[in-house]
C-alpha cells in the first residue's frame, strides 16, 4: 500500500483501486490458476483466451449489452480509432459523417476524417474556447449522415454530455475515452463505443471497442489486418499478439466494478457524489477557484478551474505536491488546474484535496 | 521468485530477468525515484521522458548506433510494421521492393506490402517446408530495388541468418523481432530494423523500430498521424498514450543487458553456449530427436525438432509439463517441439532440459 497512488489526480494514466494493484504485483511473479509471471503467459494459452471471454462478458454484463456487438480489445489508443472508424465506415462512401468539436479531443479525429472522406461539423466550441457544450436547438442532425461522431467526455476541457446526441436512424459512434464505465451509458444507442483504457478501467497499452455487428454490413474492410475491425472480431482480439498486461489489468478492473463497486449505477452513485463536492466547493469559494465549464456541461470525470493568477497557480501546484497530491496540472494546451476524479479515485481523496484547497484559500485570499 | 518462470520455454511472450521482474513487481506499487505507480505515473511527465530518453541511448550504446539513428517505440507490433513500411516506401514508388520468404513470419508482410505496390519475391522456401535458408548463390539483389525486407529469424522454423543479406545501396529492412538485441547485428548495415519486445526485450505491448534518418528523404508521409513515422520522430515516440508499462519494462531489460550481462557480444556468448548445447544434444540422440532445420541455418533463438510420432510428442510435452517446464508445444502452424531460449533463459534451465529429455529418450526408446 503505498498512499500517493491513491491521491493521483492525473488526466490519465492515473489512479487504479488498490486492491487491483495488489492483484497485479501478484501476478507478476505468478497468476493465480496458471505457474507462470504475467509476462511470461503465451497469448495462445487457454488461460489467455479465458482472460478475453471473461471481460466480453464482463462489459457486456456492465453495459446491458447484448451478443449483437463485438467487444475488442485493440492497440494504438483512441488516436488509431480516429482512423479505424473513417477507413472503415467513410472511405468510398458518398454520405458525409457528421462531427462535433467541442474540445481538444474532439477535434483530432476530425482531422482524420477528412482525409477519408466528406465531414460535416455540426457545431463547434472553439470561438468560445470549449467553455460550453451545444443545446439540442444547436444542433441540426441529418438523416442522410453516414454516422455521428462525438466525445462523450473531454477531459482537457472538463466537458460532459449528460444524455445521448443524435438521431437514431443515424450510426452514433463515440468516443467515451474518458468516461467509459463511470456509469449507465445507453450503450445500445450507439453502434460503435470506443474508449482507451488509461483513465478508467486500465492501463496504457489496450482500446476497447464496442461495434453493433451490422455496422460492418456495408463497411470497408478492404483494408492492412491490423485496421480491419472483421480481423479483429473473427480472431477475438487476437490476431496478432495483444498488449498481454493492460488486457489482464481491464479484466482486474471490471471485476472490481462488478463485484466490488457494484455495477456501473453504484459506480455512477459514487461519481456524482465526489463531482458534487468538488462543484459545491468552487461554487462557495467566491471566485477563488473559477470552474471553466457551463454549470449543466460540467464533468463528472474532471474538474477543471483557474485561481486568481497564474503566480497562485503555480504555488498551488506545488504545495499540493509537498502535501502528498500529484497530478493537478491542468493539461499542457489550456494550464489552469485540473481534478480528474475517475473510478478509482476515492471520496476519501477528495475530501483531503478539498481540505488541502480551503486551507490554501485561507492563506492565499487576496 | 517462482521457479516456474526460469522453465519458460514459450516462443513469446516468454522468459524475462528474474532481477527485471522482481523491479517490476516494486514499480507496481511505486517507481523508484517517483512516489507513484507505474500504472498511474503521466506519460507527460518529466520521469517518462527520462525513460524514452535512457532506452534510447540504451539501445544505441548497445548496438553501436550513431545518431543519425531514430529509435522509436511503437504500438501494434511487428504486424503494424509489415504495413507501415510499405505505406511509407512503397506506396506510390515506381520500383519494386524485394522480399525473401523464409517462413511463417516472412510470409506475412508480403500480403501486405502488396497491398502497397510492387514486390518481388527473391527466394521462397515454401516447397521445402521451410527447413533450410537461402545461399547467396540463391539471391540475385538488383540495384533497382527500393528496400530489401527480410527476416533476421523465423520463430517458428527455427532458422536464423547468420550473415547480413543484400547490397550496401538498397536500404536493408529486418525484422528482427526474435533475434533482437540478442547478438551484435551490424546495425549500421541496415537503413530500419524493428523488433517487437515479446522475445528478448519485454513484454508484449511495445514494438522497437530503429530508422536511419535519410530513409524518410523522399518517402511518403501522407498517412495518418499514428502511421507516420515522421510525426513518431518529432514526438519521441510519444504522440498519443504510449503503452508506459511496456516500455519502461524493456528498459529494466537493456539495463540488465548493459550491466548485468554486459553487452550483446557477451549476450551472444551466452545464446551460442545455450545453442549449442542443445544442438549436439539433438545430433546425438540417434535420431530420437530429429532437428527441423538444416545444421548451417539453426536458430540461437528457437530449436525445433520433432520426435518419432505424435503419441511421443503428446506425451513429451505432457511430462515436461509435470516437470516444471513450460511453451515447450511447437507453434500450432507446424506442430513439434519447440525450445525457445531467449536471451533470459538461463543456460541451467537449457541443462535442465536436456537431462529431462535425455531420461524421456531412455524411457522410451522405441
Not at 472508424?85 to 481538444?104: D, F, H, W
Not at 454516422?147 to 443524435?166: A, K
Not at 489550456?334 to 486551507?359: C, H, K, P, W
Request: glycine residues 8%; aromatic residues 10%.
Amino acid at each position: 500500500m503505498n498512499p500517493h497512488n491513491q491521491l493521483n489526480f492525473s488526466g490519465g494514466p492515473g489512479v487504479l483501486p488498490a486492491c487491483v494493484l495488489d492483484e497485479i504485483q501478484q501476478a507478476i511473479l505468478e497468476v493465480p490458476g496458471t505457474r507462470l509471471s504475467l509476462l511470461g503467459i503465451s497469448h495462445r494459452s487457454d488461460w489467455f483466451a479465458s482472460v478475453i471471454t471473461e471481460l466480453e462478458d464482463n462489459v457486456r454484463t456492465l453495459l446491458g449489452l447484448g451478443t449483437d456487438y463485438h467487444v475488442l480489445m485493440l492497440q494504438g489508443g483512441a488516436t488509431q480509432q480516429f482512423s479505424m472508424v473513417p477507413m472503415t465506415l467513410l472511405r468510398g462512401q458518398s454520405k458525409a459523417a457528421e462531427y462535433i468539436q467541442t474540445g481538444y479531443w474532439s477535434s483530432k479525429p476530425i482531422i482524420e476524417a477528412r482525409r477519408e472522406g466528406a465531414v460535416r461539423v455540426l457545431w463547434s466550441g472553439q470561438e468560445s474556447s470549449f467553455n460550453r457544450l451545444p443545446g439540442d436547438n444547436e444542433l441540426a442532425f441529418s438523416e442522410d449522415a453516414r454516422y455521428l461522431h462525438y466525445v462523450s467526455n473531454e477531459t482537457v476541457e472538463g466537458l460532459q454530455f449528460h444524455r445521448v446526441l443524435g438521431r437514431d436512424d443515424v450510426p452514433r459512434v463515440c468516443d467515451m475515452s474518458s468516461d467509459f464505465l463511470s456509469r449507465p451509458c445507453e450503450a445500445e444507442r450507439f453502434a460503435l463505443i470506443y474508449a482507451h483504457a488509461q483513465k478508467n478501467i486500465g492501463p496504457a497499452g489496450v482500446t476497447m471497442v464496442l461495434m453493433r455487428d451490422d455496422l460492418l454490413d456495408d463497411a470497408n474492410t478492404d483494408l492492412p489486418d491490423f485496421l480491419n475491425y472483421r480481423t479483429q472480431i473473427n480472431t477475438h482480439s487476437n490476431f496478432n499478439t495483444p498488449p498481454v498486461f493492460s488486457i489482464y489489468v481491464t479484466l482486474l478492473v471490471t471485476r472490481w466494478l462488478l463485484h466490488q463497486v457494484g455495477g456501473l449505477a453504484r459506480m455512477d452513485g459514487i461519481n456524482q457524489q465526489k463531482a458534487g463536492k468538488i462543484y459545491r466547493f468552487l461554487d462557495a469559494s467566491d471566485q477563488f477557484y473559477r470552474g471553466r465549464a457551463a454549470a449543466a456541461d460540467r464533468s463528472l470525470m474532471n474538474a477543471v478551474f483557474d485561481l486568481p493568477s497564474p503566480e497562485l497557480e503555480t504555488r498551488f501546484l506545488a504545495e499540493s505536491a509537498e502535501a502528498g497530491f500529484s497530478g493537478l496540472a491542468g493539461h499542457r494546451a489550456i494550464g489552469g488546474i485540473r481534478a480528474s476524479i475517475y473510478n478509482a479515485l476515492s471520496s476519501t481523496a477528495v475530501d483531503q484535496l478539498l481540505e488541502f484547497m480551503a486551507g490554501f484559500q485561507r492563506k492565499n485570499r487576496h
